[in-house]
């Protein structure tokens, strides 16, 4: 028998969602969830595994230490701004079971494996990129020296690094996660505001091509190089979830970019077409026509698309390799076939002026895509964006720091020319001038009024968001007054909005 082994996606901040810590590192005025993915691959191939997603099955600090206290072997996902708490958590569950061996996996070990065991004294290995086999072969008795890919400690206390080990090529070899999501995880547990409620989220494929210097995955855990599953094996495990889950209103491809390949994008959907199934994927706007006419056809509803900015210069500045032209292209195209959009934006990339953050913001607007997301610049450690505002001292805050002791979003960027300070009340801004529209808000209130389900929904997620900007907004005032400081002007526009506010307001997806 293996190690008994826990897979663990800590507990951290309140509706913080550390899942998606390299699009939103910062606690969320509307609680939402990503799945656990990246664990549920090993837990699937370790008889008498466990996989714990703490956050939003309610599991608290001490209560996870309590049920560490059963097992043998503890695979952590860490991430940049949690690594502190993390380490703490570590440390006291070792404490609490001194035989427990403790590995941490994900981004942030990997790009910093000898800092993370030196400040996690309780850590006995990390593992660098994909991590399936590597903490499998440990589970399994595989002495640390002859696994491909951990960083440890050596027999006089020096950091030893393996060999790295080659990307997973044979993907249809891993388990399928849908059954570790039944025998683990609750669905009704994860809410993302703009999915139906409630999803199930999987990945068909792994790894990126593209270039983004922002980006996290591909430069640290999963790679450039693209692999993906066969489409039998895709369809096959979609039969599998409608038949655990009847009552699961939609399915999220959450691959880096799901349709990067045309042929294989058509080809899936036509296997999945028969199952009937309701589902969302990730897309770039580089997504032609037929592809997305496809797509539609066989069930998908909803796109996530990195818009990131409204600047044709910035998005050469990131190695987006799209232009903005072509993304309102793009949302042309899927306005006609009925595809709903959620577009990201990020405010403090390369190039950023007062200028260009008003041209995304009108940009936007413009593209008046469903629902949005607004990001700051947030520059990992082992990203080219890191490595460029590090080089020329743009770089004021980073890791924990991220966030402040709220879990709120800090930013840490900071160009000639315009603050950061600025920069931060610019997402906030940015908010209230695309929803506080009465395009928008008609379309909040016709969603509400035909659907029950969403009509409960929104309301609690209006309350939530409506008291905890109300609240931030008297914050911010005071903290101003007491600076003797007044408010921002708002800046020129060439679409003004009147109802347009000034005070900044808290981070919110729709």
């Avoid at 969320?28 to 691959?41: F, G, H, M, Q, T």
């Avoid at 952590?76 to 035989?99: E, R, V, W, Y």
């Avoid at 066969?230 to 209103?249: C, G, H, L, N, Q």
């Avoid at 315009?418 to 395009?439: A, Q, T």
């Amino acid at each position: 028998m293996p190690l008994k082994t826990l897979f663990l996606n800590p507990p951290s901040f309140e509706n913080y969602d550390g899942g998606a810590s390299s699009r939103w590192p910062a606690t969320r005025e509307i609680e939402s969830y990503w799945y656990p993915v990246w664990l549920a691959y090993p837990a699937g191939m370790l008889e008498g595994s466990r996989l714990l997603d703490a956050s939003p099955h309610k599991v608290t600090a001490q209560e996870t230490i309590q049920i560490g206290r059963d097992y043998e072997f503890l695979v952590l996902f860490t991430s940049t701004p949690g690594f502190q708490g993390d380490i703490k958590l570590a440390a006291a569950m070792k404490a609490a079971n001194p035989g427990l061996k403790i590995a941490f996996v994900g981004p942030h070990v990997t790009t910093l494996p000898e800092a993370s065991l030196k400040e996690g004294t309780a850590l006995d290995f990390v593992v660098r990129r994909e991590f399936d086999y590597a903490v499998v072969e440990y589970a399994n008795g595989k002495p640390l020296n002859e696994i491909l890919g951990v960083s440890y400690r050596g027999p006089n206390g020096q950091i030893l690094h393996n060999a790295d080990r080659p990307a997973v090529a044979d993907l249809d070899a891993l388990p399928d996660v849908v059954d570790v999501y039944k025998r683990d995880i609750d669905p009704r547990r994860y809410n993302v505001p703009f999915l139906l409620y409630p999803f199930v989220s999987l990945y068909t494929t792994r790894g990126c091509p593209a270039q983004c210097t922002f980006c996290l995955w591909p430069q640290t855990l999963s790679g450039h190089p693209w692999r993906k599953r066969s489409t039998d094996k895709v369809a096959a495990e979609m039969a599998k979830a409608k038949e655990y889950w009847p009552w699961v209103k939609e399915f999220f491809f959450d691959d880096d970019t799901f349709n990067i390949q045309k042929a294989r994008t058509i080809e899936l959907c036509t296997k999945l077409k028969p199952l009937n199934l309701t589902w969302s994927c990730t897309s770039r706007v580089t997504t032609d026509y037929e592809t997305l006419k496809a797509m539609k056809e066989a069930g998908c509803r909803l796109l996530i698309v990195g818009y990131e900015s409204g600047d044709q210069q910035i998005l050469k500045n990131i190695k987006k390799g799209a232009t903005v032209q072509r993304a309102r292209d793009f949302t042309r195209d899927c306005t006609k076939l009925g595809l709903v959009v959620h577009g990201d934006f990020i405010l403090g990339l390369p190039g950023e002026t007062k200028e260009t953050i008003r041209r995304t913001i009108d940009f936007a607007k413009e593209l008046d895509v469903d629902t949005i997301q607004v990001s700051l610049a947030h520059a990992y450690p082992g990203t080219e964006l890191y490595d460029y505002a590090k080089a020329n001292g743009f770089l004021k805050a980073e890791g924990s720091q991220m966030v402040d002791d709220m879990g709120h979003q800090v930013a840490m960027i900071e160009y000639p020319g315009i603050s950061r300070d600025y920069i931060l009340e610019m997402v906030h801004r940015f908010y209230d001038e695309y929803y506080f529209r009465p395009k928008a808000i008609f379309r909040i209130v016709k969603k509400a009024a035909f659907n029950s389900t969403d009509r409960k929904r929104l309301y609690t997620e209006a309350k939530s968001f409506l008291k905890l900007r109300a609240a931030r907004n008297r914050s911010v005032k005071e903290s101003r007054k007491q600076q003797g400081v007044g408010l921002t002007p708002p800046p020129a526009s060439g679409t003004s909005n009147p109802g347009a506010k000034s005070e900044t307001v808290e981070p919110v997806n729709s």
